[in-house]
């Protein structure tokens, strides 16, 4: 009798529970269909009650597909931990049955060459984006309440919108850093919850919670396509091209709600006006009625940013639909004391759920007006080109076949036309061959996005504000030769995809192999080789040699491998060459006789034996997450180099002989004096120890000489003034610049610079200060002082030139290199990442000149 009077209370309870929760977040939206499993049946427990897991959610909503036929999932991708990119689809079950058609209409929607379009047939696109910064937790658990009531809900209203559109919701954008997130917060969740905002809840835990797998900002990584989460969501948006797009964020607890338009003085100057000011408004008057509704604050109008495609709130505007911004006052967990009161997670929740209902009733009201806008969107692409004076660009590296391949890939994955080129073409010194140079037309669908690629926009309405980077150019990043035609240009074959890497080896010596460290990925080939036990060396000076292929010159950074003085038999060699030049579009030579024919021999002195790479970075409190990051996808997931990450802590008690390069990425002041004694002995016998940012700033101060002020043009004194920031949400910049890319040059006369032909460099410049230039210390690479794309005062950019970017200075049997600006920046400036891994396999020594 007592177990079932407990179990009788239980049940009630649960559904109390399940009412009280229905109340709150669906209160007043109509019936809800019972045979729909409810989100706290599931989850067990009431949403905003704790964090959602993220597999719990794929599983959610796998079992909403189930159970109704206005739903299915759909997988567009994986992580880098191997989670799945979910999206659920909502729709009529008419619709369900004929998605394919109703994608592959809407695409005439999108396309130029579609003379007549039926607006009234078609389905407007919606995409609910939630949770791409991983601590952001608001999102996720919004997508639940969402997903549900779209499924679930039985109002004539909302059953009649979802037929003329088709609702994608994604519950993270982010799904790595959200699982990180959530098992921290849910690991120090109390009950009762603890809103005192000392609480560790409320705090990060040893790693941020922000980023993905490599800790990179995903909402940034839009244009750059860095991560593999972005190249899939990118993929899988130019699949549908939705018509609104909406992108949740949180900011500081003590904040309302924020929702777009943004201040007009932060809006792309290349796009419609009517982006801004027609279809925000139409958006800002369906979501503030919503958030009127349920009694929340929020303001418009006062910050952020809609310059560039580089956000989730912003591509969208680049491909005719919209974006938008919302961001809601974080708990960092259950809930939070703030000065205007006790936040609850429940209460942002529902704020997130709120919009999301919103911007199906937006854009179904209104149609017509996004399906024309999206329509008139890509044809006013064309026409804009066709009045642009550039009509082309050609682009491409003869000697660099490996950059030219992921080149194209970024060029593909945003959709933009890529041809070849038919004919030996040249412009201002630069000359360009078929079959490593292509071409692309201005005049195509992807105007838009094409032209920020290559942005070199310098001039601006000086009321602009910047939120974020005023460059948002990316080809300058990866580093690829390039000009803008005016005159005409012979296209070839449309290419569909990037052309393959390969490599070969060119015959078989008794004697000795070679190759030239010209390929991006030749560090890939070297480490595969140096860690499968194979000895080679690295020539500093220019040589001549006959090889089975006849006589060829080589340059210095030349990469030579004897056949003995190795472990492994000629035979093994042979394959383990074969292989590693399949890694990388490098071609091994091989060497017939020792006695070169000009030059150096190969028992000079100047080919020295390279040590195998093992290299370390200090996390924590200890290093920049966001450098330490970018680091760790380039040696670790672009080149398969391993790379230790030691926190702060246990870095004082690390054996440092284990190590041939050490990384710092954040200031050193937490480092005890006996550390910094070890680390100075360490260099002294042989390592190379490379500083960033902040670290190249301690390690000038601690570990080098006093800077020889009269020579040193980028020092702090004579830092120009910072651009203009505007109101709330946006940045003090202090002595920072809003992002910007300056072309530098590169001392080709530098071991720093093997594998570079050209002194022609770009740099994004953050930091309105440059390197101390210490005495001893080799300038690798400074500025000019040029500005190539960017917002900087003119009064600034005057201070600009002569600043040292990379220097490098030799102590003992090793050597220091600093970087002034960030060498990975958000992984896609590829050409200083280069300079980077040349420190790290030759050391900052110096010389290798091209004598």
């Keep these: 009798m007592k177990r079932s009077l ?15 929760q229905d109340e709150y977040y669906f209160g007043g939206r109509g019936k809800l269909n019972p045979a729909i499993p409810t989100p706290e049946s599931f989850f067990g427990f009431q949403i905003g009650k704790s964090l959602v897991r993220y597999d719990k959610v794929v599983e959610y909503f796998r079992l909403l597909a189930a159970k109704s036929d206005r739903a299915s999932v759909e997988v567009f991708g994986l992580t880098y931990e191997d989670r799945e990119q979910v999206a659920l689809i909502v729709t009529s079950p008419e619709n369900q049955k004929n998605l394919e058609n109703i994608r592959l209409e809407h695409l005439k929607v999108v396309d130029p060459a579609v003379s007549s379009v039926d607006i009234n047939s078609q389905k407007v696109i919606v995409h609910l984006g939630y949770n791409v910064h991983g601590g952001e937790i608001a999102g996720t658990d919004a997508s639940v309440v969402a997903a549900y009531y779209l499924v679930a809900s039985e109002d004539p209203d909302i059953v009649r919108r979802l037929n003329e559109s088709v609702v994608f919701v994604e519950p993270a954008l982010n799904p790595d850093g959200r699982e990180r997130a959530a098992n921290y917060i849910n690991g120090f969740h109390s009950v009762p919850p603890v809103s005192d905002p000392a609480d560790r809840e409320h705090a990060s835990g040893a790693t941020p919670h922000r980023g993905n797998h490599f800790w990179n900002d995903l909402n940034r990584d839009w244009l750059a396509l860095a991560q593999v989460e972005s190249q899939n969501r990118v993929a899988y948006y130019h699949k549908w091209y939705p018509n609104i797009y ?19 003085n932060s809006w792309s100057p290349a796009l419609p006006v009517s982006t801004y000011e027609v279809l925000h408004n139409i958006m800002a008057k369906h979501f503030s009625q919503a958030l009127n509704s349920i009694g929340s604050l929020y303001y418009t109008k006062e910050s952020f940013t809609n310059y560039s495609p580089i956000y989730g709130a912003t591509y969208p505007d680049f491909q005719g639909g919209i974006g938008t911004t919302l961001e809601v006052g974080s708990t960092a967990g259950i809930e939070i004391e703030t000065d205007a009161g006790l936040r609850t997670f429940a209460h942002n929740i529902r704020d997130n759920f709120a919009i999301s209902i919103a911007a199906l009733l937006t854009v179904t009201n209104e149609k017509a007006v996004f399906l024309n806008h999206q329509k008139d969107f890509f044809k006013g692409a064309l026409s804009l080109a066709d009045k642009q004076a550039d009509k082309y660009i050609v682009f491409g590296s003869k000697e660099d076949k490996s950059i030219n391949s992921i080149f194209i890939d970024h060029l593909l994955q945003h959709k933009i036309e890529v041809h070849e080129l038919t004919a030996e073409f040249s412009q201002g010194g630069k000359k360009f061959e078929p079959g490593s140079a292509w071409v692309v037309p201005y005049r195509q669908t992807q105007y838009y996005i094409l032209d ?13 504000v910047f939120y974020d980077i005023s460059a948002p150019s990316t080809a300058y990043g990866f580093g690829v030769p390039f000009v803008k035609v005016k005159g005409a240009v012979k296209e070839g074959a449309r290419i569909a995809q990037a052309p393959e890497v390969k490599g070969s080896v060119a015959g078989r010596s008794d004697y000795a192999y070679a190759f030239e460290y010209f390929d991006y990925l030749a560090p890939k080939a070297l480490y595969y080789l140096q860690s499968h036990g194979v000895k080679a060396r690295v020539a500093q000076r220019p040589f001549t040699s006959k090889t089975t292929a006849g ?24 394959r383990l060459l074969t292989e590693a030049s399949a890694l990388a579009n490098i071609t091994v030579s091989a060497i017939t006789d020792g006695f070169s024919i000009a030059g150096i021999d190969l028992g000079s002195n100047n080919i020295r034996v390279l040590k195998t790479p093992s290299v370390a970075t200090v996390t924590g409190a200890g290093g920049n997450w966001t450098s330490v990051g970018e680091l760790w996808a380039l040696l670790g997931n672009r080149l398969n180099i391993p790379l230790t990450k030691i926190d702060a802590q246990a870095v004082e008690r690390a054996d440092l002989s284990r190590y041939t390069a050490i990384v710092l990425t954040g200031s050193g002041s937490q480092f005890s004096p006996e550390f910094v004694t070890r680390l100075t002995a360490w260099i002294e016998l042989g390592g190379t120890l490379i500083a960033t940012g ?19 043009r980028g020092n702090r004194a004579s830092a120009p003034a910072a651009a203009p920031s505007g109101g709330r949400g946006d940045r003090g910049f202090g002595d920072r610049l809003t992002g910007i890319v300056l072309r530098a040059e590169l001392n080709l006369n530098h071991s720093l610079s093997y594998g570079f032909t050209s002194k022609e460099f770009y740099v994004l410049k953050n930091s309105a200060s440059g390197l101390p230039r210490t005495p001893g210390a080799g300038v690798v690479l400074e500025t000019t002082g040029e500005l190539v794309n960017g917002y900087v005062l003119d009064d ?15 102590r003992g049997r090793g050597s220091i290199v600093l970087f002034g600006e960030s060498p990975t920046f958000r992984g896609y400036y590829l050409a200083p990442g280069r300079i980077l891994t040349n420190a790290i396999f030759f050391g900052g020594g110096g010389g290798g000149g091209r004598r």
């Design 246 to 264: 909406l992108d949740f964020h949180e900011m500081g607890s003590a904040s309302t709600y924020y929702f777009e338009p943004s201040p007009p």
């Design 452 to 464: 920020a690629i290559f942005d070199e926009r310098t001039k601006f309405d000086p009321a602009s």
């Design 796 to 810: 600034a950019l005057s201070k600009l030139k002569g600043h040292a970017i990379v220097t490098a200075t030799g």
């Design 694 to 712: 902040a670290a190249a700033q301690w390690v000038n101060t601690r570990l080098l000489a006093p800077p020889d002020t009269s020579r040193n």
């Design 551 to 574: 006589d060829k010159s080589f340059v210095p950074g030349t990469i030579v491998i004897p056949v003995h003085y190795q472990t492994v038999a000629p035979d093994e060699l042979y």
């Design 6 to 20: 407990l179990l009788l209370f239980v049940v009630l309870f649960a559904i109390t529970g399940v009412f009280a």
